[in-house]
T-cell receptor
């Protein structure tokens, strides 16, 4: 019954490394999102995509990029990881439009940058 | 701009009692949706309940109900008959028509159920 899968649950990387966080959904959703979650700050939107090869910046895109080559896959890329990018990263997907189309989340990827 | 405010960083409730988690929002959209999610210690976000801005009745899902007061822009979550498994972080979220497909989240409330 897995719907949104994030490839790594825990990662430890070094400052300056390039980091890929992969997310795959099997619900044929058009919209996909990457959030960052930090204590006391809630969930902050990094990037989102509403179609293949389309991407939109969220509230905190600096230091991140994304790739969506296929509908089911949305990758978050940290070109040069820094310690302030240590966080929990949550991928989510939804159907388009408004109304009761809920966000379905993956289990999260906890990244530590040393 | 959309904004969600959850003013209770932490809450405690006795098992079997009811608890209300507060959520206020700010939006200029006429049509929007309000959502509550639960995040247990395992980390996965679980959808609980949805309320549309034009829905006249408060949403209910089992032990969860959403106390929607449109004029006050509040969408409080009520959990009845609390269980130990309800201990988790709870997030209020909103999506408006003018923001397309974006969801905006509050900072969350940590609920602890005491046996």
């Amino acid at each position: 019954d897995v719907k949104v899968t994030q490839s790594s649950r825990y990662l430890v990387k070094r400052t300056g490394e390039k980091v890929f966080l992969e997310c795959v959904q099997d619900m044929d959703h058009e919209n996909m999102f990457w959030y960052r979650q930090d204590p006391g700050l809630g969930l902050r939107l990094i990037y989102f995509s509403y179609d293949v090869k389309m991407k939109e910046k969220g509230d905190i895109p600096e230091g991140y990029s994304v790739s969506r080559e296929k509908k089911e896959r949305f990758s978050l890329i940290l070109e040069s990881a820094s310690t302030n990018q240590t966080s929990m990263y949550l991928c989510a997907s939804s159907l388009p439009g408004t109304g009761a189309n809920v966000l379905t989340f993956g289990a999260g990827s906890r990244l530590t940058v040393l | 701009a959309q904004k969600i405010t959850q003013t209770q960083p932490g809450m405690f409730v006795q098992e079997k009692e009811a608890v209300t988690l507060d959520c206020t929002y700010d939006t200029s959209d006429q049509s929007y949706g309000l959502f509550w999610y639960k995040q247990p210690s395992s980390g996965e976000m679980i959808f609980l309940i949805y309320q549309g801005s034009y829905d006249e009745q408060n949403a209910t899902e089992g032990r969860y109900s959403l106390n929607f007061q449109k004029a006050r822009k509040s969408a409080n979550l009520v959990i009845s008959a609390s269980q130990l498994g309800d201990s988790a972080m709870y997030f209020c979220a909103m999506r408006g028509t003018n923001t397309g497909n974006q969801f905006y989240f509050g900072t969350g409330t940590s609920l602890t159920v005491i046996p």
